[in-house]
């Protein structure tokens, strides 16, 4: 069987550049994470009826449905306004909440000023690898959930939700 | 028209390739072991197999007089683009947000 490098996976990264100083830019991304975000990307089981990312380390990024209930989603590992944060990506497969930071992705988000008054936003998803238990593991007989499959199945499960 | 990313769906929808993949998680298989505790006949296996490498979601290789299936390790790639596509749409969010707030503030 072919082995997986657990850097196999190389990061999705993206950026944009906005009218905003950083800290302008970093508090509408965060604090005001709702205006923005796209009611289509939420894991709960009724419709999105806000967004939230709690400013600070270890803080939630949680969404609260129609239906009462609440979606955690991810959490914050590193909290540096108004320069950079990172989130724990704790999705599984099942749309569910995915405890557990060593089969959770991050995302790491950085605002860098241009100079020019605007900002810079760059944004990597990365450690894709993790979400499950990669070929290497598998190999060893580990019998893991979470697997890579199961990424395509949140692939799945994101298209049916949208279409 | 069936794109690739369709393919991949098609091939997730249906429980027993989900239960084909979840086996083969674990390891590399000859459809025999893969068929083993599955409610299905063998031929059905090897058929659910063939979905699964159009998919691009299984690839098969010679091992002696047999074939071994295992996950194809390149399925990442279309999982790349999906979170490509799911930033991009985020992030053309924000950016029209802030123009938003902008414009607002010039008022």
């Known amino acids: ?163 | 028209m069936t794109t690739y990313r369709d393919s991949q769906l098609d091939a997730l929808g249906d429980r027993t390739r989900r239960a084909i993949l979840a086996k083969l998680r674990r390891g590399p298989l000859p459809v025999v072991d893969i068929a083993k505790g599955l409610p299905v006949s063998r031929p059905a296996v090897s058929q659910h197999l063939k979905v699964l490498q159009e998919a691009k979601l299984v690839v098969a290789r010679p091992e002696g007089n047999r074939r071994l299936y295992e996950l194809d390790p390149n399925g990442f790639s279309s999982l790349r683009e999906y979170f490509d596509e799911y930033w991009g749409v985020a992030l053309i969010a924000f950016k029209r947000r802030i123009e938003q707030l902008a414009s607002e503030d010039e008022a």
Not at chain 1, 31 to 51: Q, T, V, Y
């Open chain 1, 1 to 163: 069987m072919t082995a997986i490098a657990d850097n196999e996976v190389a990061p999705v990264q993206k950026s944009v550049t906005v009218r905003a100083t950083p800290e302008r830019a970093f508090q509408v991304f965060t604090r005001e994470f709702d205006s923005w975000w796209p009611r289509s990307h939420h894991i709960g089981k009724s419709p999105l009826k806000r967004a939230i990312v709690e400013e600070k380390a270890g803080g939630r990024c949680y969404s609260e449905q129609e239906d009462g209930t609440e979606c955690d989603w991810g959490s914050i590992l590193v909290w540096e306004p108004p320069r950079r944060f990172v989130l724990a990506w704790q999705i599984t497969h099942e749309w569910g909440y995915q405890p557990d930071l060593a089969k959770s992705s991050e995302v790491e988000i950085r605002f860098t000023p241009t100079g020019d008054g605007r900002t810079r936003v760059d944004l990597e998803h990365r450690h894709f690898e993790r979400h499950g238990a990669g070929a290497a593991t598998m190999r060893a007989g580990v019998a893991a959930p979470g697997g890579w499959s199961d990424l395509l199945g949140l692939f799945a499960a994101q298209v049916e939700k949208t279409s």
